[in-house]
């Protein structure tokens, strides 16, 4: 029989709770700086843009003179990018989890797919945007338009979007399916009637969620060659635009010469937030209203 030395127990007992107070310590002192440079970061940009947000400039064109510039036309661009990024993310992104979710066999080639658009997801976005530069707009010779950099973003947040409808999709119940084959339904009744009805909640946060990456994104669309110069408003897909991180990033710029270029970039980051954080919101309410729904 062996004797345990309690002085023993004692000084591992010791070691062990001064590690996890250590653990904890350095936990809380990551979050704390992150949050830190958050308020910080998000003060600032406030406080630059102070003065310079009413209806003037929201309502208003780009402009050379700071005082008459606005972000209509970037207002403008950003949606009507998203008249092609939300179509074509949706129908492609829900319809290749569709059939890697009910139609895809296990197997080495599942597995290939699978692992090549989780691989995508952590791609940089600036090879994107070298993808569509090489794509669309040289070899389908789009040209720096709507359409080409609705289809270059698009790319970027499909695997998202994947993703997050095959897990929706996963989530649905067996029961359900059982039941539907039970009442003689076919597969793609089934899924059409029971499994996309039931998934849509979680296939509407990540599209908007996609939506809101792109929204944010700039280097995809830099590279593109996306101006930010005094244009006319689009009226379409196949016109030229600026989007409101394009304006930010030229803006920024070219605060090293005009000054006040500064404040009209701080401006447009908050308008960017609000729009941001609204479509967040909206992805958080959906989840939380549909996440106990079965």
Do not use: H
Request: glycine fraction near 8%.
């Amino acid at each position: 029989m062996k004797y345990v030395d309690a002085e023993q127990v004692q000084k591992k007992m010791g070691s062990r709770l001064f590690a996890n107070k250590l653990a904890k310590g350095l936990f809380f002192l990551a979050t704390l700086f992150g949050l830190v440079v958050l308020l910080t970061l998000i003060y600032r940009v406030y406080s630059d843009s102070i003065g310079w947000i009413d209806f003037q400039f929201i309502t208003s064109k780009l402009s050379t003179t700071a005082e008459r510039a606005g972000i209509m036309g970037a207002i403008s661009g950003t949606l009507w990018l998203m008249v092609v990024v939300a179509p074509v993310t949706m129908f492609l992104g829900v319809g290749t989890a569709i059939y890697l979710e009910e139609y895809a066999k296990n197997g080495k080639m599942k597995s290939f797919i699978q692992t090549n658009i989780s691989n995508l997801a952590g791609v940089p976005s600036v090879v994107f945007g070298i993808l569509g530069l090489t794509v669309f707009v040289r070899n389908f010779g789009l040209g720096n338009i709507v359409l080409a950099g609705g289809l270059t973003m698009s790319l970027l947040v499909l695997p998202i979007v994947v993703v997050a409808s095959q897990e929706a999709i996963r989530a649905v119940p067996k029961f359900l399916r059982e039941a539907s084959y039970g009442m003689g339904a076919t597969k793609w009744q089934t899924i059409k009637n029971i499994v996309l009805p039931a998934a849509i909640p979680g296939i509407s946060t990540g599209l908007i969620l996609s939506l809101s990456r792109a929204i944010g994104e700039t280097a995809p669309l830099v590279v593109i060659g996306i101006p930010a110069l005094l244009i006319p408003l689009p009226d379409g897909i196949f016109d030229k635009f600026t989007v409101l991180p394009m304006q930010i990033y030229y803006w920024t710029v070219d605060s090293a010469l005009v000054a006040e270029y500064a404040n009209l970039a701080a401006a447009t980051i908050v308008v960017l937030l609000i729009v941001l954080f609204l479509m967040n919101s909206i992805a958080i309410i959906i989840r939380n209203k549909f996440q106990n729904r079965f």
